[in-house]
């Protein structure tokens, strides 16, 4: 089990891009898909933090990105599982979730990563056609969206 920790300019990094994105998305109105009862800050917080563990483990750049319309489907590019987006959960048991309209984004691959900044662990991941299963569409309390239990992930060696 793989626990990837952010070292203190990766903290600073994951709050400065949180930040520009959280202002970014509420200056152009965007509507909020979280999944979770959490702030909109906490979501951007967490998920940046995420998406830099995940790159951190994988020796991958992350896309920073944070002044666009719209951002990328994409959070990391890696030569065996492509186009990766990552999701981050506190729940130890939390389960790999995508709202409905994530199918058909360009996306190869998305990675589950579990903790709570700055600390977390690769839970395992699961390719595009393996999460938008018609048998992972469950309603979680917020409606219906794709959902995997960790031990339907793979593992990366």
């Known amino acids: 089990m793989a626990i990837i920790t952010l070292n ?7 709050k400065y891009v949180a930040k520009c994105r959280y202002q970014n998305a509420r200056s152009r109105g965007k509507v909020d898909a979280k999944m979770g009862p959490q702030s909109n800050w906490e979501t951007d917080l967490e998920g940046i933090a995420g998406e830099i563990a995940f790159c951190k483990h994988m020796n991958v750049y992350p896309d ?11 959070d990391a590019w890696h030569v065996v599982l492509n186009r990766v987006d990552v999701k981050t959960t506190a729940y130890p048991t939390g389960r790999l979730l995508a709202v409905l309209s994530k199918q ?14 700055p600390e977390y662990r690769f839970a395992g991941f699961a390719s595009a056609s393996e ?27």
């Open 131 to 157: 999460l938008f299963n018609d048998d992972n569409i469950k309603d979680l309390g917020r409606g219906d969206g794709y959902a995997m239990d960790q031990d339907k992930l793979r593992a990366y060696p």
């Open 64 to 74: 920073l990105e944070t002044d666009l319309d719209s951002l990328p489907d994409v």
């Open 104 to 117: 058909g984004h360009a996306t190869d691959t998305y990675a589950l990563m579990i903790g709570k900044f």
């Open 8 to 14: 203190a300019a990766e903290q600073k990094l994951a």
